[in-house]
């Protein structure tokens, strides 16, 4: 019996789980933990919430909730979401508690005491007026290598190049948008650079990692290592273990991956065997595997390790298969970013192995994969239920309908020795794709034993031969059930609910993995009771975006704009002309004289319809449109949330458009004013229906409606929130 230690990278507490998460570093490692299960080995997975992340702090500054308070709602959110996915790990746990604390704490003196840690002074970014050092996610600014304007202060999510201080283009606070100044503090650094040669020895024989982790793990190395801090001046994390240390704690990155060291002591621990974890941590045979995002790997093949290396007795990782990214429409899923599709509906809405499938199929194992809405109904219809799921149920029921149990075989050893060859030969292809984490390929492998049972069952022709010959067709159904049953084992890493349902369909009782992987070739014992077959699957049907009720608003492109020049117009005393940055300088002309006179709208950040057919007012070209609420003799323009940049996307989760658009088209759409009810409701004059962003504080926010009449609405929104305005603008008032 061989041990797998299965690491899993932890997602930040600070919302539910999104496609993405589950795409990219909690399905792959279920699936290999599920086939070693098979195998008869022992995997050891573990990993958790990451709670001491500053996307923590800075999402529960938006509730209004302690740090702790929303790191644990969204832990058990999580938990239940991995839970409802049967995912299943030896432990799911959190890092804000006294184990992982205990741990990492020892982590830390130990490399102090062995010299890998020292204390420096370092430059810092500052904010003057917010009053504090900023960590690295308070910070966002422009990458100075791939030119991503929305890197935070650390590390550019888009191209992987992490930064020292300074280093970051444009640099500005995320609460306030002033830029930081970069001031002194004393830290503690990680001595990275003491591990260099060693590291460049380790992954020298490291050919079968896949190229994009050798290449971003030869990239760092090749520039040489840096000494790197692993303090940062906040008060939500693990303490720093000295006297003097109060107000500074050891950052997320470091304190994160030791999670998996006290994620397995604590599994340990909870089944009453303390030193259990050593089999896994301290056997130089066992190999350690570790699941994560592509923006994830220098910290699991560079900073891990060498951290392993100081700490010494430890095993370090054997395999990274991290994943690239899925997207949506292109755009990285994330929900701080407002792309989303989260777990909890999705699992409210189809069926899990459904879901498990098509992030399978679509896995973005070597490049990004871009999610849509028809392509997983096309896959799961199309293929998951078309091809495995009929070839169950037209195999299980005439089966059922005509025998009721297992029939006799009577045919050849040849006859039969060809259809156990196919099964083991699609045995030791899975088998080999699994071992070497090669998902897609295996799912695929799965999939054509599937398609190779449809066409043997047409080809037997079982419907004609019961007319004819019972026993004869008794015998070909007999195969057919082999097929069903090396199915439902070779598929089980993948569609665990579908696998265990054919499994009992074909009359076995107890867990199928008890079975193990022996159980894709063993016979069927003939006469076994089936039990009354029903469809594993069933087909989705997803609402088509065009014909979705808020289709019309995807005819707009609405940009965030900073004003930046106001003039009179020379021939209308009611116009102002204005010059307006929106990722590009456009002009305005505007009917605002009368509520904004003088430079009242200079600096201001507007939103603009930045797609509206061009037009001459009074001789002066129009290049787009202002948005402004409108309530009888009140008039004021609609507000970006703080932060967001001129050219920032204002979007209702729908794909912009990219047409010109006519003005008495615009006039034809309807936003209107909404006064906050909750999460989840908004008054326009009456109550409907609405998502309001995450962290929205606001009262008044602009809202889409499909038609004047709609009890469902649509929240205007950028990246930093929600389009507001103030507190006196009615609701229901009209966005003109």
Same mark, same amino acid.
């Given at each position: ?443 695929? /492998? ?244 609405? /998502? ?45």
């Amino acid at each position: 019996m061989v041990k797998v230690l299965v690491c899993v990278a932890w997602p930040y507490s600070n919302s539910a789980i999104h496609l993405g998460h589950v795409a990219g570093s909690l399905l792959p490692p279920d699936v290999f933990s599920k086939y070693h299960r098979l195998k008869g080995n022992e995997p050891l997975m573990v990993g958790g919430s990451d709670q001491h992340g500053t996307p923590v702090t800075v999402k529960a500054e938006k509730e209004g909730l302690t740090p702790e308070q929303l790191a644990d709602k969204y832990h058990y959110i999580i938990k239940k979401a991995i839970e409802d996915l049967d995912i299943e790990y030896s432990l799911y746990t959190k890092t804000h508690n006294p184990n992982h604390i205990e741990v990492t704490q020892d982590f830390f003196l130990t490399l102090l005491d062995k010299g890998y840690l020292y204390k420096k002074s370092t430059l810092q970014y500052y904010c003057p007026q917010c009053a504090k050092f900023l960590p690295d996610r308070y910070v966002e600014g422009k990458c100075p290598d791939c030119g991503n304007e929305k890197a935070r202060g650390d590390q550019c999510e888009k191209c992987g190049k992490a930064f020292e201080p300074g280093e970051l283009k444009e640099a500005r606070c995320i609460h306030c948008t002033v830029a930081p100044e970069l001031r002194e503090t004393e830290h503690f650094f990680l001595k990275l650079s003491a591990f260099q040669d060693r590291l460049l020895d380790w992954v020298k024989d490291k050919d079968y990692w896949k190229p994009s982790v050798q290449l971003f793990t030869r990239n760092w190395l090749e520039a040489g290592l840096e000494d790197r801090p692993i303090t940062r001046d906040m008060n939500w994390g693990v303490p720093v273990p000295l006297e003097g240390w109060d107000n500074k704690v050891i950052y997320v990155w470091f304190d994160a991956v030791i999670g998996y060291l006290a994620a397995s002591k604590e599994w340990s621990k909870l089944i009453g065997q303390p030193d259990a974890w050593k089999a896994w941590w301290q056997d130089p045979s066992v190999k350690g595997y570790y699941f994560l995002g592509k923006d994830n790997i220098p910290f699991h093949t560079i900073i891990w390790p060498s951290m392993l290396m100081g700490y010494g007795g430890l095993n370090l990782p054997y395999d990274v298969p991290a994943n690239e990214f899925l997207t949506f429409k292109g755009d990285k899923l994330s929900k701080s970013r407002g792309v989303s599709i989260d777990i909890p509906t999705m699992v409210q809405k189809f069926q899990v192995d459904a879901i498990r499938y098509y992030l399978a199929a679509n896995m973005p194992e070597n490049k990004d994969a871009d999610f849509s809405w028809e392509d997983f109904e096309t896959k799961v219809n199309n293929e998951l239920v078309a091809t495995l799921g009929n070839f169950y149920h037209r195999v299980l029921s005439f089966t059922y309908k005509h025998f009721g149990e297992v029939p006799e075989f009577k045919g050849t050893e040849a006859e039969r020795d060809e259809i156990m060859g196919v099964i083991a030969r699609t045995r030791d292809e899975v088998d080999a794709y699994l071992d070497k984490c090669e998902f897609k390929r295996a799912l695929k /492998a799965v999939m054509d034993l599937a398609q190779f049972g449809n066409r043997y069952f047409d080809s037997v022709g079982p419907w004609a031969l019961i007319k004819k010959d019972r026993e004869r067709c008794g015998t070909v159904l007999n195969l057919n059930l082999q097929l069903v049953k090396a199915l439902a084992v070779l598929s089980y890493p993948f569609l665990p609910r579908s696998a265990q349902g054919a499994w009992n369909l074909l009359g076995y009782g107890g867990k199928l993995v008890e079975a193990g992987w022996g159980g894709v070739s063993s016979v069927l014992p003939e006469h076994q009771k089936l039990k009354e077959p029903v469809p594993l699957f069933s087909k989705i049907m997803v609402e088509k975006e065009e014909s979705s009720p808020f289709k019309g608003f995807g005819a707009l492109n609405l940009k965030v704009g900073e004003v930046v020049d106001v003039q009179d117009h020379p021939n209308a005393d009611s116009l102002l002309l204005l010059q307006v940055d929106i990722g590009k300088k456009i002009q305005i002309v505007a009917g605002l004289k009368k509520y904004y006179p003088g430079d009242a709208l200079r600096g201001k950040k507007v939103v603009v319809v930045s797609n509206l057919k061009p037009a001459k007012l009074r001789g002066y070209e129009s290049q787009g449109m202002l948005l402004a609420a409108d309530a009888d003799e009140m008039v004021q323009v609609l507000s970006p949330p703080a932060g967001s940049l001129p050219g920032d996307a204002v979007s209702s989760g729908m794909t912009q458009g990219d047409k010109p658009l006519e003005y008495k088209d615009f006039q034809k759409l309807t936003i209107r004013i909404a006064g906050v009810m909750g999460k989840d409701r908004v008054n326009v004059g009456r109550e409907v229906r609405c /998502a309001v962003p995450e962290g929205t504080g606001a009262k008044k926010i602009a809202v889409f409606l499909p038609a004047p009449e709609s009890d469902e609405a649509l929240a205007l929104f950028t990246d930093k929130g929600a389009v507001t305005v103030d507190e006196g603008v009615p609701d229901g008032a009209t966005v003109r």
